[in-house]
Structures are given as structure tokens and as C-alpha cells.
């Protein structure tokens, strides 16, 4: 049966082409329309099981740099304080923010315009600190920079670039300002390097964590923290710690409730734009494989029928009709990988939104189950309502 | 021949009814999302907040220059007037923002707890008028508002609010001049620290600092650089910039562009998907093609009958499902999300879907192409 449905891919070979061509566009069609779903929500998916808890959203009104760990044994029902530290270093006269980026903080990827993103387990290359840089004419993917230290603690340390982030492109800013409303989206922040003064081009520069501790080795800066508290926390206990948390010099900017409501709010708004023609481009795929398959099915009508005479039960000629389908949607699939590498190669990974993740894969494979239903389906049903016969006379 | 393809098309229906469903549905589906993708696009393609129910302004900031002090509040007069009413059905109101001074603000404060003035204005017909919000705003305040001939004149009135130091009737300095309240606000009606004056009654000595024109609708980029230009042009260049556009971020411009090129991907499957349905109706009707050659009909006239049965298909499907999503859908979609106002351009959403349906055409005579190549003599001997 399998080597009948590889057969039956090399038989007609200018119509299974045009099978092909056109798989290859409704898997294009997907993955494009996933990736930009995706991307929509990316902004709050990694931290929205955080968000769901109880917790505050702090800022660090102290005038000293200071360790927010203590705030484990200051506060009740401690469950997590988390943060992103940062320090200045220098190089070449360039000045660089430096960020220490947790397994969470590294949840979301930002658009990058070369290279690849940060990875909690390769924090360093060859000894030197793997790092992503905010988008600069200055320098390169691969290139190896000495930084040096700013502050009192001095110290160099070897960077080795491996990826740069696209202009304008949104990534976590610990540093910035909070607008009111718009959940998760308040803790990102997007410059214009073009658009920045020449003394103002100061290049975010994200280190994993670890890489951070080794070579600051306390010596940091957090303004935003977010302080989670354990589920059986009181309301009581709640309202003591934001009371403790005031006298401690923070300011108690959000709850994780308004975070976490805001910013699916703010995702809403943003997937609204995008449901619509989801919905379209699912509708139109369905549409056009069942007029497809139902075409090669009425097609192939005669040799079905020579099988069945043979001996061959129907819904085995179903089967062979979805290993067809099966593998000219696997070339498909891979045709319309090939297509979205020259694409993103010809217009660059900031043009547009196209990307092999998880997501895209489990779409193209119910993609793909939805295909083989439709091969198998089908083509029983059509073959259901004619004898051999009949099909026979029919055709002559 | 009209019998024929009448013909042709009732059995296209009777024996190949799905297929027609199939066509007529990729259709539908390709223009509604091409024109959604294209209304989203624009609507998003200047102001890119007013997706989120912020409405779309213009700002216009004045150089601080000591030199040009006092010469940008006279410029708003009839003449600026008569540039801005070319879009007078756009303009929600115009609002100069003119800064009485540290000073001058104290006092009114601290006399009559004033925080805020207020002197926006709308154009309609080369003239001044109330802005849009008046009648709202006079409802507000149990029935008076200065009227657009007090506009017009500079009479000395105002509006002032609620917890403003000063009743109807009576008289308030404001820069030096006798201004003499017309309207009192109730409530939170309005700005309740604030005094509304028309603009014309301000002296022509304060500076002003910016204008914003907001609009009642979402502009497109067209729109914005067309206005922005007759603005810079009007105030001249050295005098005024205009507020530094927004730093868009780049996954908005990633989304939108990514529809765009969707919404076009869509039109070709759904050309596509023509292209392999209508194939198949004609390898079908092979034999009836054989005979009507034998029987003396040119190919292409045969193709001519085809073709004008497909296009007749193709047509209606093609208008029903513009007029469908401009009429229907678009509004019902309105109706359920607040914000969701798009704004299309007539003229060109008609291009797109004339693009689509030349696409589809030109699918189609390929077809005719593939599909009609054989002789009747060689389509004969295939079947037999």
C-alpha cells in the first residue's frame, strides 16, 4: 500500500506538481500566520504563570545601590524576589549598560537582526561572556570586545558578540518608564538608534546572569523588582508587607493582578488585528485542500476501482490516497521551509514575521492530520457511492 | 453562444455543485481578508495608537525664538482659515496652545483657581466656529456658550468651569482685559478648573507655544504628510517643527507588514485554488469541447464560451463579496469591537480588489491555455 501511494506521486507528476506547489503555500500560509499569532502574545506568554500569583511590582526608590535579596527575611510569605541587574562598562570609548538576564528574563526573544539569542546554558564562549547588543553601526556579530568596568570596581572582562537585536525593536527594559494601562508592554522598551543623539547611543548589552555574577561580582543596580508571595498569603499580610515595603523606600508600583489583567487586555488589542484574518486564512486553507483532494480523488477514481476489483477493500484505497497526500504535503511543508529562509534572506529578519518554532511545527502538523482526514474522508465518500461499474461506464 | 454558456453553467451547478461552493468561498474569503488586511494597514500606518481608541492629532510645535514672539497667534486668521478648510470635515478642533506665562497663570490661580486655559476651535467653510464638542459642552453648562460670530469678533467671553472663582454674569481679568462669563459648568462638566475663551479674543502679544489639530477620524500617512506640509509651509519652516513622529516599534511594523504580505498570499492560493478546480471542470468537459470543434466551432470560441461562463461566476462573486464585507461585515465588526473603526479609502480598496479579480482573470486564460491545447482528434483517441 505505502509503495502504491509513492507510486501514486510519481504517476500524473505535472498534477501531484501542482499539489505540491500548492501544499507548500497553505504550510507557508500557516507557519506565516502562526509566527505573527505568536508573536502577538510573546510579549506576556513566558511570564504569565508569574504574573498569575500575588505579588508587587516594586521600584527601588533607594538612594544607595542595595541587595534585594534581604527582602526575603523583611518580608512575610516570601516566595520569590525577582530582578534584573545591570551595571555601566565601557569599551572604546562607547558606553554600554550591561544586563544580567535570568532563565525568565531570557523568556522572550527579541527580534534579532543577525546572530542568535542568549542561552541560560552557554553563558560563555571560548571564556569570553556570550552577549546580545542593542542594534549599533558600531559593531558586529562575532566580533570579541574588551569591556572595562565603570564605577569603583573596575575590572575588564572579554565579550564575545552573538547577536544583535534589530533597530526599534522591543526587548525588557528594567530601566523603563511606566505607562499606565498597558500591562506587560510598560516593562519593554524600543529606541530609534538613528534617532538618538550621537552622546545618547549607549548600547544595551544583555549577559546571562550567571556570566553577570562572575564578572561584577555584586557590583549592580536594580530599579524594577517584582516580589512574589507564596498562594496562602492573607490579605492582611499582603497589605502588611506593601506597608513594609514603602517604609523600605519602595514604591509599590502594581499588583500582579492589574499586571496580569492589563496585559491580557493589551495582548487582545493586539491579537484583534490578527484574529480576523487568522480565522480567513484557516477557513481558505480548509477550502482549498478539500477542492483539491476532492478533485484528485475523482480523479483516480478509475485506478481505485481496478484495486478494488483486484481484490483491494475500499478504505484501503483510501489509505493508499492518504499516503499520497501525506507525502506531497511533507514536500510541501519542507518547500515552504526553503521558501521562508529565501524570503527572510532576501527582504531580513526585521521585515517580516516568519519563524520554525514549536508553535508553527504543531500547527503544520495538525495541518497535516487535517489533510490526511480529508484524503481518507473523501474519497470513501465518493467512492461510497458507486459500484466499479459504474465508475467504468461513467468513464468510457 | 449566450444559450450555450447558460447552458454550460446550469450543468456546472447541477453536476459540479461543491466544486462551484469551493470557488465561490476561496473568493469570498480572499477578498474580505485582503480588504481587512488593507483597512488595519492603513488604519494603523500613521498613527499607530489609534488602534488602541486614542484618535489621531497633528502637533505642531512653535521654535522658542525671542525674535518671532508675538507673531504666531496673529497668524491664526482668516487665511489659515481658508488652508485648513480643505479638511474641515476631519478636523474635530483646532487648539493653539498659548502659554500665558508663570506669572500670569499664578494669579488667575490664586484669583480664581484656574489651572488650565482653553481656546480650542473647529473650521467649517473657510470660517471659524465653536469647536465640535460645543453643543455637548453647552448642554453641560444649562444652554450658553459663546457663539461662532463672538469667535469670529474676539468678543472679550468665556466659559468657565465649575470650581472656577467667578459666576455667570460677571467679569474676569484675564491678561489685562475684561472678559465676561457667559457659561458656568455643572459638575464635572468639562474641565471644572478651566476657562474656555475663544482664541480670537486672546492678545495677539502672547506667544504660543504649539497647535494640535485633532482629528475626527484616523488619518492615513497620505493625509498626514499632505496637512503636516501645507501646516510647515503656512507657519514657515524655521518657525515650527512638528512633534517628533513616533518611534513605532518594530513588531508593529513587523505585524502589519506581515498581513499585508498574508492578505496578498491568500489571494494567490485563492487564484490557485481556481486555477486546479476550473482545470479539472474543463478536463471534464474535454469531450463536449472535441464535439463542438468537430461540429465546427474554433477553439477560440469554445474558449470564449468557457471563459465567458467562469467570468460571469467571477464578476458577481467578486462585487457580492465586496459589497458584502464593505456593507456588512466591516460595520457589524464596528459594532462589536468600539474601536475598531477602520479607515479605508474607497478608491483604493476598488483598486485591490480590480487587482485581485485581474489576477483571477488572467488565472483563468491560463487555464484555457493548459487546458485546451489538445485536438479533438488526440482527446478523442485518450478516451478511447
Redesign the interface.
Known sequence: MVWLGFRNCFTNIHRNL?QV??MA??M??GI??T??FV??ISLFSPYSDYFDGNGFVLFDCGLDARNPENLYDKLEKTDDVNYIRYSGAESGGQSFIVYGFDKMALGYKP?LIKGKWLSEKRPYHSGRVNAVVSYTDKLDVGDDIEMEISGEKGGKFTVHICGMI?????MLNPNGQENEGKGIRQYYS???YY?MDESMRTVSMIITDKAFADQFDGYFYSTRLYVRFKDDISTEELEENKNRLISEEYAVINSFDKVSSESRQYIF??L???I??AL??L???C??V???V??DS??RLTQYSVYYICGMKWYKCCIISMIQSFILAVTGFVLAVVAGGIMLRITGR?????EIGGSQILVCLLLLVYILVVSFLLPLHIIRKYTPVEIFKEK? | MLQMIIRNFLNLIKRQY??VI?LV??QF??V??IL??YG?YTA?SVNLEA??GEESKIILDFVDSDENTASELNMINATFASVMSDYDSMIQYIFPFVNPGKEEMKKLNEEYGIYSLENAFSVLGGMFTVDKDAEYKRKQCGGDWYSDEDLRKGNLLCCAGNTVKAEKGQKITLFGRQYTVVAKGIGDAWDPAAVNIPFSAIPGNLHMQAITIKFNRKIVKSEYDEIAGKLVDYFGEENVELT?KR?????I???????I???V??G???A??V???YR?VLEERMHMTAVYEICGCTRFRAALIFLSEMLGILVVNTLLAYLLYMNVIRKK?EQM?P??RMHYLEDNSRKLVMIYFVIIVVTILATLMVSLKKTPREILKE?C
Open positions: 501542482l506547489f500548492q503555500l497553505l507557508f500560509l506565516f500566520m509566527t505573527t508573536r502577538q527580534t534589530a533597530n526599534t525593536a522591543l524600543h529606541d530609534d534617532f488589542s493586539k484583534v488585528d490578527v480576523p484574518i480567513g486564512s477557513i481558505l486553507i477550502i482549498s478539500a477542492g483539491v476532492l478533485i475523482k480523479k526585521e521585515k517580516v514575521m516568519f468510457t | 461543491v466544486i469551493i468561498l476561496s474569503m480572499a474580505s481578508i481587512f488586511a488595519t494603523n488602534a488602541q517628533p518611534v513605532v516599534e518594530l513588531e511594523k513587523q505585524t502589519f507588514r506581515s498581513l504580505y498574508i492578505s498570499l491568500m494567490i492560493i485563492s490557485f485554488t486555477f486546479v478546480l479539472f465588526l469591537i474601536w475598531f478516451e
